[in-house]
């Protein structure tokens, strides 16, 4: 379903892609950091779904992205994968789910990749990106990430937040100007019908 999408992986990435399967059901089956009954549907529901946020941008060469609340590693994995000469650091409170995300990526031999069991408050490190996927309202989010950004614009869009969430967002983001792209645009899979790419800029 990737390659459906993103069809100029390399033999590295594709290997990388399909070592997953097997690593998230080893470490999910001890640490449970996705739902058990979305295990086989991993590809779909959290693999494609990361990767959204790269039919809205292409990170440049040393992009340096923040994975705030990253959970089993998404979208942060998926998309240090895609973009290898890009810096992610992937961060989560929770000390288990951030040491899976740790194995996983060691696994797969990620060299772009760090981990921090760290509340992003008290994150000090300037990044052009802080990627997400729905980890709270975007207001409190927006307060998680303030300051958090460099000065220096080196993309085709300006720094800032690029966030995955479904549903209806009209409530949330009144006030916050924002573009929104749906991912139906991108991917033609059900799953994504009320799902969107939510851009901020900074």
């Not at 494609?48 to 060469?61: P, R």
């Not at 992205?65 to 240090?80: M, S």
């Not at 220096?152 to 800032?160: F, K, L, P, S, W």
Request: aromatic content about 12%; cysteine-free; proline content about 2%.
């Amino acid at each position: 379903i990737i390659q459906k999408y993103f069809p100029d992986l390399s033999a590295k990435q594709q290997k990388h892609f399909s070592e997953l399967q097997h690593l998230y059901a080893h470490w999910n089956a001890q640490i449970n950091v996705i739902s058990r009954k979305d295990i086989s549907s991993l590809y779909k529901k959290h693999l494609l779904h990361s990767l959204a946020i790269a039919k809205v941008i292409q990170f440049e060469k040393g992009t340096k992205i923040l994975d705030v609340g990253t959970g089993g590693g998404f979208p942060g994995i998926p998309l240090a994968i895609l973009f290898p000469q890009a810096d992610f650091l992937l961060v989560d409170s929770i000390g288990k789910k951030i040491k899976v995300v740790h194995e996983i990526s060691n696994a797969i031999g990620l060299s772009n990749v760090r981990t921090l069991h760290e509340r992003a408050e008290n994150i000090n490190e300037k990044f052009d990106f802080v990627v997400s996927r729905a980890v709270t309202n975007m207001k409190d989010f927006k307060k998680w990430v303030k300051g958090k950004f460099s000065k220096q614009h080196n993309n085709a869009i300006q720094n800032g937040i690029l966030y995955l969430k479904g549903g209806d967002l009209s409530e949330e983001l009144k006030g916050i100007a924002h573009k929104s792209f749906a991912i139906a645009d991108f991917f033609e899979e059900d799953f994504f019908e009320s799902k969107k790419v939510i851009y901020i800029g900074y």
